[in-house]
């Protein structure tokens, strides 16, 4: 079976500071990955998206950055964090094979609380 | 422009009757829906889902009703019970294209 691990929980960090968020996806080979953020009263927003190893499209202009060294592992990554950068990210996997192909199945979340 | 808009933010249903959630979308390409459930600190879990080429999807006390020419999707819960509380987020996609664009959105509470 298919999990998807993402850490760290929660994470408090200084303006400026760097991120790194990680996510791995065991079980499936070649997935979708995604990053989404949830912000208060905004929904799931989605951040970055890649659907092979060093390909990655971004959604909307912002502070954070992507990448994925290997197939199954994902970066989320900023050089300065801004107090705007906090929120609850996500990380969410999905394959086109199969038949639950449209579904996407997120990890459990890292709430980022920039100080 | 939200393509995916869930325009009631909270909805309280007395335990065993019906939740009704709603979900509009604006994107006429999108031929697959999905609904999820979230518990506060976790992440999203898929609940069901519905094609475009259909009107009606049913999986036990969860139906989702999708009615394409107005644009207009429902989640059905019968009956409503105290762990269906939770923030309940609709999501739309296309065969075409590897995104899901979501909603903002429904709080559900259920009182016992």
């Known amino acids: 079976s298919q999990t998807i691990h993402q850490w760290p929980a929660t994470l408090v960090q200084p303006v400026g500071s760097p991120l790194s968020l990680e996510c791995t996806v065991e079980g499936t080979s070649n997935p979708n990955l995604y990053w989404y953020r949830q912000a208060a009263g905004r929904g799931l927003q989605l951040l970055f998206y890649s659907v092979g190893i060093g390909q990655i499209s971004s959604e909307v202009p912002q502070n954070l950055s992507a990448s994925r060294p290997q197939d199954r592992q994902f970066i989320l990554s900023s050089k300065k964090l801004l107090l705007s950068d906090s929120g609850f990210y996500l990380c969410?996997?999905?394959?086109?094979?199969?038949?639950?192909?449209?579904?996407?199945?997120f990890g459990q979340g890292t709430r980022l609380t920039v100080v | 422009d939200q393509q995916v808009k869930q325009n009631s933010p909270s909805l309280s249903v007395q335990e065993g009757r019906i939740s009704i959630l709603n979900c509009d979308y604006t994107n006429s390409m999108f031929d697959y829906f999905l609904w999820y459930k979230k518990y506060p600190a976790e992440g999203p879990t898929f609940l069901i889902s519905?094609?475009?080429?259909?009107d009606k999807n049913e999986d036990g006390r969860f139906t989702v009703f999708l009615n394409k020419s107005a644009k207009h999707l429902s989640l059905h819960i019968v009956p409503s019970q105290p762990g269906d509380s939770a923030v309940y987020f609709c999501?739309?996609?296309?065969?075409?294209?590897?995104?899901?664009?979501f909603g903002k959105g429904i709080t559900l509470s259920v009182r016992p």
């Open positions: 999501a739309a996609g296309t065969g075409a294209n590897s995104k899901l664009t």
């Open positions: 969410a996997w999905r394959s086109f094979y199969g038949p639950r192909n449209t579904e996407a199945f």
């Open positions: 519905i094609s475009s080429i259909k």
